[in-house]
């Protein structure tokens, strides 16, 4: 039988993350999300599938009308951290950052956010795993979506991203490197939930041309990020999709 599959979107802005990196590229006026081509994706497959978005809560301000629309489509609102920084270290201020991601979303889609990723897949070096997912129950959430698993005894539910070989392929930037056929194999022989996960940018975003490249942080971002929309189709119109909060109950 084939697991659950649970397509999942950072929603995150590709000028910030270059930002982050130290390689700031200029956002023209008026860039286009790709929340706009997501959902005419989703439109488009049959069976009316149901994602999950993870929000960077810094960002939703700037996609809030498209973000609003799908989440009144049944399409889940989950946060990826208030920002898309590192995890604080401090336990107090960590459940803090936590809550205030969570907060944030709720105020302004007035729907409950139950589930959380960190912006890396990351954790706070600092403390346990164990820890950590103590720190995510206490600011609320339900569950979790990350690489990392602790099993039996976790605060929250565990729902880890798809990995094979160590490699999180569940990712839409490992599945422009493949062919489509293989993301999509991989998917049907999970065990368990297959989530996958990939970002609001990856669909007809306006990114920088591949000929106005400057640097190598700046191609490893772009190289074959036309595939990735290929590799998403294919799962999505084969497999379906639910959203994480309807996978982990
Ligand atoms: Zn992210």
Known sequence: MTPPVCVTIDVEDWYDGMEVLGVPVPKPDGARSGLTGLVEHLEATEGSPKVTLFVVGNYADEV?????????????????????????????????????????????????????????????????????????????????????VMGKGSPVTELPVLVMHGFPIGGGSYQ?????????????????????????????????????????????????????ERAFSKILSRYGSKACVDVQR
């Open 64 to 148: 809030s009308e498209e973000l609003a629309g799908m989440a009144k489509a049944g399409h889940e609102i989950a946060s990826h951290g208030p920002d898309h920084g590192r995890l604080p270290e401090d336990p107090a201020a960590l459940v803090e950052w936590l809550r205030s991601g969570k907060e944030g979303l709720e105020d302004r889609f007035q729907v409950p956010v139950r589930g959380f990723r960190s912006p890396r897949f990351d954790r706070p070096t600092s403390q346990s795993l164990e820890q950590y997912r103590e720190a995510v129950a206490e600011a609320g959430f339900e569950y979790v979506s990350d690489t990392h």
């Open 176 to 228: 422009r490197l493949m062919p489509a056929s293989v993301a999509s194999g991989m998917v049907g022989r999970s065990v368990g939930p297959a989530v996958v996960y990939y970002h609001s940018y990856d669909f007809d975003a306006t990114l920088p041309t591949l000929g106005s490249i400057r640097s190598v942080a700046e191609a490893k971002q772009l190289v074959g990020r036309g595939r990735v």
